[in-house]
């Protein structure tokens, strides 16, 4: 079974510039949370969806950070216009049900110049 | 790397020797427990949890501890290997399934 995948692995972009992440969960996996590291802080949570809804945003730093999961299957995150306090790994684990246990992707490596 | 800027504590261990790495939890309400291992490049791989109704709990080579008195957490490792080097993350949450509240991470480094 594969496990959650995110999309791109690394990316550099400019200040002021929009940069979309993908995740996608395991299938069958109704949950889906994003969370992110970045520098020289500890991994914090930014939301969870359950199916397409947004069940818990109260992470999510402020309105420059839009996240969506039309059709309960794969998740973006969007970061626009980008700054350089947003360098850092963006995370996204999922699970299948409710209250069962959450499994990381690899992480997108976000540099912000 | 990603730990760049990240001063994590560190334990170093000889092969073959037991790792206790510990973990101190903030909020006494939190239910659920967790431990992660994190090997440079890759996401959190998931070890071992316990509920807030237990204090011990058992898996392969591994054990996790919980004193909700003290608001302590720790992880055993046995006959601990060069593949176990990595960094641990410890994390807790008001309820399974909750978003997780992590710690800063130990680095172990085992050396052969």
């Known amino acids: 079974e594969a496990g959650v995948t995110q999309f791109p692995s690394h990316s550099v972009i400019e200040k002021g510039q929009t940069v979309t992440l993908r995740c996608d969960p395991i299938?069958?996996?109704?949950?889906l949370y994003w969370y992110r590291r970045v520098m020289g802080k500890e991994i914090k949570f930014l939301l969870h969806?359950?199916?397409?809804?947004?069940?818990?945003e109260s992470g999510m730093p402020n309105n420059r950070f839009l996240a969506e999961r039309t059709g309960g299957t794969y998740s973006t995150l969007k970061v626009q216009p980008a700054e350089l306090e947003d360098s850092g790994v963006y995370f996204c684990?999922?699970?299948?049900?409710?209250?069962?246990?959450?499994?990381f992707g690899p992480g997108t490596r976000l540099l912000v110049l | 790397g990603e730990s760049v800027g990240l001063h994590l504590p560190t334990l170093s261990v000889q092969e073959g020797d037991n790792s206790i790495i510990n973990c101190a939890y903030s909020?006494?309400?939190?239910?659920?427990f967790i431990w992660y291992k994190q090997e440079s490049g890759k996401g959190p791989q998931f070890i071992i949890d316990i509920r807030s109704n237990m204090d011990k709990r058992q898996g392969q080579r591994v054990t996790v501890l919980l004193n909700k008195t003290v608001k302590h957490l720790s992880l055993q490792i046995a006959a601990t290997q060069p593949g176990d080097s990595a960094v641990y993350f410890c994390?807790?949450?008001?309820?399974?399934?909750?978003?997780?509240?992590f710690g800063q991470g130990t680095e172990l480094s085992v050396k052969p």
């Open positions: 909020n006494s309400a939190s239910d659920y």
């Open positions: 969806f359950v199916k397409e809804s947004k069940q818990d």
């Open positions: 299938s069958g996996h109704d949950n």
């Open positions: 684990a999922s699970s299948q049900d409710y209250g069962e246990t959450q499994y």
């Open positions: 994390a807790e949450s008001k309820y399974q399934g909750g978003k997780l509240i």
